[in-house]
């Protein structure tokens, strides 16, 4: 009745619905794909296994489990899915060669996800985070196709609009093979809904699953260390004056900052340049800090690594619209962490290490400079702070190694 319904409403909207994806940026091949009009390689004769992320965090979380299941399978096909363009950008830039295929997401209806499914024709499909369509669950059932959920996280709000709709949600849910959760938290939730108590486990965090780079070079500190990692524009500003109100009161402390585009090193320098501080550049050989008060980190691929020469790590794109970056490259490393308000693109890790008081979210470059001030000038509650941090890894790695697991059980099957 649900397929039925959706069909009809897809076909009488469908030019509206074209011309929405168009206004927001979809090409005429991305919509197409989305219909399920698209050309495949040949998958007749192998094992497939499909990974949904609809968005940027989504496929970031799935990346090294993606990796991994073409490393522990090497015999399997890999389809890799998003449901935006941006989640496409970095799939591709990411997995492109890694996965067999990747393609967006088909439209919710029985036309375009039977279309979909016959062209690549998937034993296991694994979708991240929450991702419930009506239709899609109930078609990869009656196909027989092996569909989970991993990573799989229930907001209070959404948790609290399926509650008051169980009765609908329910029947939904239990066309899933299995339900894979972050936390018990959401394990509670989603057994509450009625999910099968048998298939309904808890499986932590995919974004934990992280070890710290292998750190192949040495920096001489001559003091603690306030490390601005990935800053954006506008935010080398705000860093420079936090730092020069904390360097009036903690003389020993140095700045590395680091912008996320080496295209603006001449914008930062100049700004560095204006504040007064002496200054260096990382890419002139300089491995000590003794006779600077900043450095610029304007090298490739060191930036992972410099944390471990860090006391505090701020991680930029969170003072403006960037949505900022994975603050786990720091807390890896034992360091805590400090963002903007804009954290949207790794917002289940922030409410995570919020939580448990590993890092912190501030709303404005003065409470930057209380938590900063705080975390030099309070030894307990420094240390209280990294051992939060690895509390959290602690609780929340081994998801990986979860999830390739059943993905053994059930290829076997």
């Known amino acids: 009745m649900i397929g039925f319904v959706s069909e009809i409403i897809y076909r009488l909207i469908y030019p509206l619905l074209v011309w ?26 192998k094992q497939v296994v499909m990974f949904h992320g609809v968005s940027v965090g989504e496929i970031n ?15 399997i096909k890999i389809v890799v899915t ?10 591709q830039k990411k997995l492109g060669d890694v996965a067999d295929l990747i393609t967006y997401f088909p439209f919710d209806t029985p036309s375009c996800e039977n279309r979909f499914l016959d062209k690549i024709n998937p034993n296991i499909i694994l979708m991240a985070e929450t991702e419930i369509w009506p239709n899609w669950g109930e078609i990869c059932k009656n196909r027989g196709i092996k569909l989970f959920i991993i990573n799989g996280r229930i907001s209070d709000r959404t948790y609290n609009s399926y509650k008051n709709l169980k009765f609908f949600f329910k029947p939904l849910l239990n066309n899933y093979s299995g339900i894979f959760t972050q936390s018990s938290e959401d ?7 009625g999910t099968n108590p048998e298939t309904t486990k808890r499986m932590n965090n995919l974004k934990f699953d992280i070890t710290a780079p292998e750190v192949d070079f040495q920096i001489e500190k001559f003091g603690r260390v306030l490390l601005a990692a990935s800053t954006h ?35 930062v320098e100049l700004i560095v340049g204006e504040s007064g501080f002496t200054y260096d550049f990382r890419s002139n050989g300089v491995d000590s800090l003794e006779n600077i008060d900043i450095l610029i980190l304007d ?12 006391d505090i790590a701020f991680i930029g794109g969170s003072f403006n619209k ?6 786990l490259e720091a807390i890896i490393f034992e360091k805590p962490v400090i963002s903007g308000p804009s954290v949207s693109n790794f917002k289940d890790i922030y409410a995570i290490i919020q939580n448990a008081g590993a890092g912190f979210v501030v709303k404005n470059p003065s409470e930057f400079e209380q938590i900063a001030n705080k975390l030099l000038s309070n030894k307990s509650f420094y240390h209280d702070t990294v051992n939060a941090g690895k509390d959290v890894f602690k609780s929340q790695q081994g998801a990986l190694e979860f999830v390739i697991k059943e993905l053994e059980k059930n290829l076997k099957a």
Not at 187 to 193: I, P, Q
Not at 302 to 310: Q, R, T, V, Y
Not at 322 to 327: D, V
């Open 20 to 45: 929405l994806h168009k206004n927001s940026g979809y090409s005429d091949d991305a919509i197409m794909r989305k219909q399920g009009k698209f050309e495949t390689p040949d998958f007749s004769d």
């Open 61 to 75: 979380a799935i990346e090294k489990l993606i990796k991994k299941a073409r490393e522990t399978f090497p015999d």
């Open 82 to 91: 998003t449901g935006t363009n941006t989640g496409q950008e970095i799939a």
């Open 187 to 193: 394990l509670e939730k989603f057994l509450s809904l």
């Open 233 to 267: 524009t506008g935010e080398d500003e705000i860093v420079i004056d936090v730092y020069q109100r904390l360097k009036s009161k903690y003389k020993d402390l140095k700045l590395i900052i680091a912008p996320r585009h080496l295209t603006r090193k001449e914008d």
């Open 299 to 310: 090298t490739m691929g060191e930036l992972g690594k410099m944390f471990a020469f860090s």
């Open 322 to 327: 960037t949505g900022g970056h994975n603050p």
